[in-house]
């Protein structure tokens, strides 16, 4: 491969991305691992046609992709998210992008976060698998991780008149409205109306719930009511997507790992180790989109003006020059804060506190309450071009019980 490559012509061609050439939608959203490492190898930072841009799976250039938002941006007008519910913390950058951000800081600090839903969680993970220890099965995803995940959201944004069923319903609809938009379809009328809906339960928020998150950020004065509402709607879809594929994938690499579960229920300080591990092994939101600002060389790769740049936080997590024999889940691995899963710079992830909370919340749950629970023999794992997860997380268990 040339040293330089100039993404202005010649992008058709397959001699100097060749790996890249070949790459499709399908492979990146099924058993990606196998051809992430086939870029990453040998193009780490590599052309793809499928996706009209660049995939970056080496670890140091997601790195300097991720930090350097003066080069790569997400403020572009392609960005999806953005066009369904307006500009917001995750669709700009700068001072812009603090401004919306910041007023939203305090209440996921760490600190924040264990004070006011370590306990809640705990009691809510026990409350929603109890219901379901006298079958000796379930679906872990549908019984535990998702329901979880909106529940942690709703209290959190401590929207009015909003039960976790309605809140799911918003989410799905904006769920609906962006892979709308990435496939080129314009948003529907079914996306439009759970917007308007979610916009006019923020008001009354504001309007009526004094002491809310909502409620305090409008009475800071640096957001507007739309803005107020997008930042809203993207911590509600994030949170919710994200968090039940970061629980989910938890729960399937620790029970589907016999030697690993040993180990963590033997030494149950591992827990928040296995967690980390399983967010290296498979990040729940594993590609994250940037765009060239100008002419910028990246790892000897010439990227264009305009430019999509995509990282692939789940082939940087399984980098070969970071982390050894990156395909295995191992909850002793000595460098587990190394993994990008929650991104860096200065679009870290805003609720990494809540959502690891939760997930240890989860994890304890089942090992406290379903100790004998294993993966049944049908578990596919986990797909998706953009968000991944497992369709299911059936587990079995040989002595129903009751709490």
């Excluded at 060239?292 to 692939?312: H, K, R, W, Y």
């Amino acid at each position: 491969m040339d040293a330089v490559y100039d993404s202005s012509g010649g992008r058709s061609s397959t001699d100097r991305f060749p790996v890249g050439a070949t790459v499709t939608l399908e492979d990146l959203a099924n058993d990606a691992h196998p051809c992430l490492a086939r870029l990453r190898d040998a193009e780490p930072v590599s052309w793809l046609p499928a996706i009209g841009g660049w995939l970056v799976t080496g670890r140091e250039p997601a790195l300097t992709v991720l930090r350097d938002a003066d080069s790569f941006t997400v403020d572009d007008p392609r960005f999806s998210t953005a066009q369904v519910v307006g500009p917001s913390m995750l669709s700009t950058d700068g001072d812009d992008h603090a401004r919306h951000r910041t007023p939203f800081a305090a209440a996921f600090r760490q600190v924040a976060v264990r004070d006011g839903f370590e306990a809640w969680t705990s009691t809510e993970a026990r409350r929603l698998l109890a219901g379901h220890l006298a079958l000796g099965h379930c679906d872990l995803r549908q019984v535990l991780a998702g329901p979880l995940a909106v529940g942690v959201i709703a209290r959190a944004l401590e929207l009015a008149d909003a039960d976790p069923d309605r809140v799911l319903g918003w989410y799905r609809a904006i769920v609906d409205g962006v892979e709308g938009v990435n496939a080129g379809r314009a948003v529907g009328d079914g996306t439009r109306r759970a917007v308007a809906d979610l916009r006019s339960v923020v008001d009354r928020t504001v309007r009526d719930s004094a002491g809310s998150l909502l409620a305090e950020v409008a009475e800071g004065g640096s957001l507007t009511a739309d803005e107020l509402f997008s930042n809203t709607a993207v911590l509600m879809f994030g949170a919710i997507e994200t968090s039940e594929g970061m629980t989910a994938n938890a729960l399937a690499h620790l029970l589907g790992s016999a030697d690993q579960l040993e180990a963590v229920a033997a030494d149950r300080s591992l827990v928040p180790d296995a967690v980390e591990e399983s967010l290296r092994m498979e990040p729940a939101a594993t590609l994250v989109d940037r765009y060239a600002t100008g002419a910028v060389e990246l790892a000897g790769i010439a990227i264009s003006v305009g430019d999509l740049v995509t990282v692939s936080l789940a082939g940087a997590n399984r980098d070969p020059a970071v982390f050894v024999d990156p395909d295995r889940f191992d909850v002793g691995r000595p460098n587990l804060s190394l993994q990008l899963a929650f991104v860096r710079g200065p679009h870290t992830c805003l609720g990494l506190h809540l959502a690891r909370l939760q997930t240890i919340a989860a994890v304890d749950a089942v090992l406290d309450l379903i100790p004998g629970a294993g993966l049944d023999d049908d578990f596919e794992s986990a797909r998706g071009l953009v968000f991944r997860k497992p369709a299911t997380v059936p587990v079995t268990w040989d002595h129903p019980q009751s709490v």
